[in-house]
């Protein structure tokens, strides 16, 4: 099959469109080069030569010879602006912009219907591990059962630090913004924001659910203390950041993102510093697990790369999953194992919400909780108490229906003083 040539008009020379220059001048196979490179700032000084940039975005969209559009801003409105233009004129879109993609996934499907043009986003999620293409095209026809992994490479970077190296947080979350992974409002990964704008990208491939960002509960790693710290280090866990969606026992498919206690026995366990993991699992094929480097530059320009690549033999995603309506819907309606962290004034009204409790701690100041919740339940704790909670997912999640309590774990009542 003959590539075709692309002519790029870039927009955004951050970290990561520094990042696709560099790449792309290192992949000479690719029959691709960037005609225009369109930025904001004008005072700022650039590493390459003033005649690469333009100040007006009509310089590329209006540009007849740029048959691609690659958009690496961070700004998720203004992204939508260009992108929607730039699909209505013609031109395949490259975008790396989760939280644009997330807000506004069904009008860009509607879009790209409407005007027959391609957008590509591999790098919106997991930056260079190749997830998206691979729910398109690998899990086409073995059915998916869950897909959960560790998708923000900044919390990752950050708890790891704190955890194993003992760096405060600021320090960490200082260290994940000069090193390119953080976003410029770093409460997007700190929050679970951004995790839950890749999961709803990762629900629209897997099971072909659309969703809007208000439909999926985040809770992010901003609370996480000394106390589950010391809880997870005595009990040989670590905390990861997780985004997990998984079909319930009616065939519906619950999704979320929450902090996680992982054992040394689960594939995210090893998942440290910048990477992220996904495991997938399937009715035949049982558990895959993909590891790769989830933020940075050229982890990410290697993802808007292989987009660019793609766009040369026409690929586009045909969302297969929408077409194959398997009717599958949002379930918000499940029990989690749960460590919630509390004021020791609240604990009574706290144990309320809770189905079961295995487990509760108190000393002068706080405790923690440890038991079956729904996650409505915790939504409303998270609403109402959730400056002074934190909240962690055991690492069994409670894969069942409410009021199915079978596959519930054994805990073991350990109290330690902490
Ligand atoms: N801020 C994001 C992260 C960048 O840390 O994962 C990559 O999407």
């Known amino acids: 099959m003959e590539r075709k040539n692309l002519n790029i008009g870039l927009f955004g020379f951050g970290c990561v469109g520094y990042g696709l220059y560099e790449v792309l001048h290192k992949t000479p196979s690719l029959n691709a080069q960037i005609s225009k490179i369109c930025v904001k700032n004008k005072g ?3 590493p390459i030569s003033a005649d690469n940039f333009t100040f007006d975005k009509d310089d590329i969209l209006l540009n007849e010879d740029i048959n691609v559009v690659v ?3 961070d700004d998720a409105d203004a992204a939508f602006e260009i992108v929607t233009a730039a699909i209505k004129s013609g031109k395949a879109v490259v975008s790396a912009n989760k939280k644009m993609i997330a807000e506004h996934f069904e009008e860009l499907l509607l879009l790209q219907q409407q005007y027959g043009v391609p957008l590509l986003y591999e790098a919106a999620c997991c930056a260079s591990i190749p997830i998206i293409r691979n729910l398109e095209e690998y899990y086409d026809n073995d059915l998916l059962e869950s897909v959960e992994g560790i998708v923000n ?3 990752n970077y950050i708890l790891t630090k704190t955890f194993a190296e003992n ?3 600021a320090n960490a979350l200082q260290q994940a913004q000069e090193k390119g992974y953080a976003e410029s409002n770093p409460i997007l990964d700190t929050g679970g924001f951004d995790a839950k704008y890749k999961l709803q990208i990762l629900l629209a491939h897997a099971f072909g659910i ?3 960002p208000a439909d999926i509960f985040n809770y992010g790693i901003d609370n996480i203390g000394e106390l589950e710290l010391k809880y997870a280090k005595e009990k040989g866990l670590k ?7 998984f079909k319930t026992a009616d065939n519906k498919v619950a999704a979320f993102v929450l902090p996680k206690f992982v054992s040394n026995t689960n594939k995210l366990y090893q998942v440290d510093d910048v990477f992220n993991g996904v495991i997938t699992k399937t009715c035949f094929a049982d558990t895959q697990f993909f590891v790769g480097k989830g933020a940075g530059a050229y982890p990410t320009a290697s993802a808007v790369i292989s987009d660019i690549s793609a766009l040369s033999y026409d690929y586009k995603y045909e969302y297969k999953k929408l077409q194959q309506q398997q009717g599958l819907e949002l379930d918000n ?3 989690l194992n749960v460590f ?3 004021k020791k004034e609240e604990a009574l009204v706290l144990t309320t919400y809770f189905d079961s409790i295995e487990e509760s701690y108190l000393n002068n100041e706080q405790g923690y909780i440890s038991g079956v919740i729904s996650l409505k339940n915790l939504q409303k704790i998270t609403n109402t108490y959730g400056a002074n909670t934190s909240v962690i997912l055991h690492d069994a999640v409670l894969n069942y229906e409410l009021g199915e309590n079978e596959n519930a774990p054994a805990f073991t009542n350990t109290a330690a003083v902490y």
């Open 153 to 155: 490479g900044s919390t």
């Open 333 to 335: 309606n499940v029990l």
């Open 44 to 46: 700022k000084q650039r």
């Open 210 to 212: 659309k969703t809007i």
């Open 239 to 245: 905390i990861k950041l997780v985004a997990q969606a």
């Open 167 to 169: 760096l405060s947080y």
């Open 71 to 73: 958009e690496l801003i």
């Open 340 to 342: 919630l962290r509390h």
